[in-house]
């Protein structure tokens, strides 16, 4: 296991909704990224966090957000939810930001959007 | 064009067979490069780094060809656990954001 944890493991929202997934990295990690994996599909970087601070961002709108905390954890926020959010949410969590730094993958959340 | 291309396959191999995957990517200046597993429903899981040199680990061997932006993983004697999905990524920063590419579906048969 990598020690990286997500909650809730699946979710079910309705379109307009917001919702929070959790993530905790592992220990000694100061570093996590989020993915947004759609069914059959590669996943897709959302944003990085790095020592609390957003460190890059792909090509997502801005209601997708994200905090990091003093120990690490983060959360993803979705506001105005779309069908289209429908997705697997993976969180990594790696030392570091460097390009030799390893990403290490939590179970992911579910996300159905009704 | 898609920052980081595959076959999606799937590719249907019997016991014991050699099978190879073969990746495009877009950006020459990428930096990092890693063949990661992913099986149903699962998280991905980290296979191996890929280096210019050449790396081997077990069956597995990884290649990286950076003057054709091209990223080979050969999986030699099958096992029916190889079943999965290989996912092809590239990080194209200084950094460590990821770039995946669409997987391709290994289905090894007795």
């Known amino acids: 296991e990598t020690g990286v944890t997500q909650s809730p493991t699946h979710l079910i929202k309705t379109r307009g909704q917001q919702v929070t997934l959790r993530c905790s990295s592992q220990?000694?990690?100061?570093?996590v990224s989020w993915y947004q994996q759609a069914l059959g599909q590669g996943p897709q970087f959302i944003f990085q966090y790095y020592r609390e601070e957003e460190n890059g961002r792909g090509n997502f709108p801005p209601r997708f957000s994200g905090l990091q905390f003093p120990n690490y954890s983060s959360e993803l926020n979705v506001n105005a939810l779309e069908l289209d959010d429908s997705a697997l949410y993976l969180c990594?969590?790696?030392?570091?930001?460097?390009?030799?730094?390893?990403?290490?993958f939590g179970p992911g959340t579910r996300l159905t959007v009704l | 064009r898609k920052e980081v291309e595959q076959d999606p396959g799937p590719f249907n191999v019997p016991e014991g067979a050699t099978v190879a995957f073969n990746c495009t990517y877009s950006n020459s200046a990428s930096q990092s490069f890693f063949w990661y597993r992913q099986d149903c429903r699962k998280e991905p899981k980290l296979l191996m780094s890929?280096?210019?040199s050449g790396n081997e680990d077990g069956r597995f061997t990884a290649q990286l060809n950076r003057a054709s932006q091209y990223i080979s993983l050969l999986i030699r004697d099958s096992k029916l656990s190889d079943s999965a999905t290989y996912l092809c990524?590239?990080?194209?920063?200084?950094?460590?954001?990821?770039?995946f590419g669409g997987g391709t579906r290994l289905m090894v048969k007795p």
């Open positions: 990594a969590s790696s030392p570091g930001t460097a390009y030799t730094d390893t990403q290490y």
């Open positions: 990524v590239v990080n194209p920063h200084a950094g460590n954001m990821l770039t």
């Open positions: 890929v280096y210019s």
């Open positions: 220990s000694g990690h100061n570093t």
